[in-house]
């Protein structure tokens, strides 16, 4: 079976997976989706005994029916290797009556690495399948995560450069650190004044700019995207929700069959689409929970079904879902609407022409799956205190938002998975505030110290050099400059 790829929007067909991929986003604006959903035949008690590795493959064979299997073998084993701190790549931990998939034990701390430590092997694998000698220009906005973790898959890797543009003041400290000390001669760094949404709305322009498409060309260059809008990103992650699902039958702590929930906390709503689509596998999960912070626009999107990103933007304590755009809910919405572009593609016009759409009762009905809660920052401290004073467990303020989240569904009677995705070292002075709200520190790594002592939780070796490491980037400049900005990098005019 070849799994073909289609615009959302409905002006790109019969696109192959690795033409996907290497074009990120679809020429009308649209997101990739597979024409016809896979099937995969999961046998959970075959695939309890399996590596991660290996349900990547079978997963992945089926999405990327035009790689190889040996091209899949290579992509899949130079990414989930030692730059992982634990062979099993995403451990799922017992605590108290939930479980937690940590998705953070990859080199940048959280789990974009899931995603991006693949997708430039995909990426250069898919440039050769289809005689491309173009360099790949990766450009990215970023809430903080992304931006490192598609550097550190990109850095060095031969005939690509990656252009990641983040919010000066939208991000955590460590996060800024991370990025403006990235290495590797093809990686360019540029805070911009701006919220993510203004960069991200930049970036997706300068993608369908048809004159900016035909100079890179010129110059034997081609944008692709390491953002979430691409294939690239979406599939790798719904391998861990079928690897969390047969460790958890493995352990017993779910019959073979039985359903699990599932608490995602969600920005772009890549990580939640992941879980959607494992469901649509036949993964027994059964309600979704999409779990935000202040910037609540999906909460009311499914509460009453209107998306209206006409609102304040909020900088909270979980900035890498500071976001009023989930782009994400494209491919949901073409679902919702039986794969219908028509439908789609309106929405999507009257999202940029009134920055908000409105789902009629039938299409409403698509969305029974998932449940909404959001969190305060306030809730957001209680729920990683409450689950350190209890369990002896530290979580970070993401993760913290999915367990208020889920702490609202009190009708709920499945076992719940918690996604859980940033290290509490990356967001250390929120972790710390919650334990000791009025908590000074002399410079920002003793933040880490302070989390050390309040907790004992060892310190990734990652977070100990951060701070020693020089800083090799120092662009900033207003969001209007991006389109500029990229031009002298590339040396264009
Ligand atoms: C990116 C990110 C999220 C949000 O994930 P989406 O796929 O954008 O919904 C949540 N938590 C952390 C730590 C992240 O880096």
Redesign the pocket.
């Known amino acids: 079976m070849t799994t073909h790829y289609a615009s959302t929007r409905g002006g790109q067909q019969g696109v192959s997976a690795s033409q996907a991929i290497l074009q990120g986003l679809a020429s009308d604006g649209g997101l990739f989706v597979p024409e016809v959903f896979p099937e995969i035949a999961l046998d959970f008690d075959k695939l309890k005994e399996q590596s991660y590795q290996e349900i990547a493959l079978l997963i992945m064979k089926a999405f990327y029916s035009d790689f190889s299997e040996k091209e899949l073998i290579a992509c899949i084993e130079a990414a989930y290797d030692e730059k992982f701190d634990t062979p099993t790549i995403a451990p799922v931990k017992k605590v108290g009556t939930d479980y937690y998939l940590e998705l953070f034990h990859g080199p940048t701390l959280?789990?974009?690495d899931m995603a991006l430590s693949i997708l430039p092997y995909l990426m250069t694998t898919a440039a050769k399948k289809n005689q491309s000698t173009n360099e790949l220009v990766i450009l990215t906005a970023t809430?903080g995560?992304?931006g490192k973790a598609a550097m550190e898959g990109f850095a060095d890797v031969e005939n690509t450069k990656i252009i990641v543009f983040y919010p000066k003041e939208g991000v955590s400290k460590i996060q800024e650190q991370q990025m403006r000390t990235q290495k590797g001669d093809n990686t360019f760094v540029v805070a911009v004044n701006g919220n993510f949404d203004d960069a991200q709305t930049r970036v997706k322009e300068m993608f369908n700019d048809t004159t900016l498409r035909d100079e890179l060309a010129a110059n034997q260059k081609q944008f692709s995207s390491a953002n979430?809008i691409n294939i690239g990103r979406l599939i790798p992650q719904v391998v861990y929700y079928v690897y969390a699902y047969a460790q958890l039958v493995k352990e017993n702590e779910l019959k073979n069959g039985q359903a699990m929930d599932i608490s995602v906390?969600?920005?772009?709503?890549?990580?939640?689409l992941a879980g959607y689509y494992a469901k649509k596998l036949g993964v027994p999960i059964g309600k979704l929970i999409c779990a935000s912070n202040q910037n609540n626009v999906l909460t009311d999107f499914f509460t009453n079904g209107t998306y209206d990103r006409n609102r304040e933007f909020y900088v909270t304590s979980s900035p890498?879902?500071d976001i009023l755009i989930s782009s994400n809910l494209e491919r949901l919405l073409y679902e919702v609407s039986n794969q219908s572009a028509t439908v789609t593609k309106q929405l999507m016009d009257d999202l940029t022409s009134k920055g908000s759409y409105a789902l009629d009762d039938t299409l409403r009905k698509g969305l029974a799956d998932f449940l909404v809660a959001y969190a305060t920052d306030e809730q957001t401290q209680d729920a990683i205190q409450r689950v350190f004073d209890q369990e002896r467990y530290v979580i970070d303020p993401?993760t913290a938002v999915a367990k208020h989240a889920l702490d609202q569904m009190t009708q709920l009677e499945n076992p719940a998975l918690i996604v859980s995705?940033?290290s509490p070292y990356k967001f250390p002075e929120s972790v710390v505030r919650a334990f000791d709200e009025v908590k000074q520190v002399e410079n920002e790594f003793d933040w880490v110290t302070s989390l050390y002592e309040e907790t004992h939780l060892t310190i990734p070796p990652a977070v100990k050099t951060l701070f020693e490491s020089p800083i090799l980037h120092d662009r900033v400049i207003p969001v209007d400059d991006m389109l500029a900005c990229v031009k002298e990098i590339l040396n264009l005019d």
Do not use: E, Q, R, V
């Open positions: 959280a789990f974009k809430s995560d992304t979430s906390p969600t920005g772009n709503f890549g990580n939640i890498s879902m993401h995705t940033a």
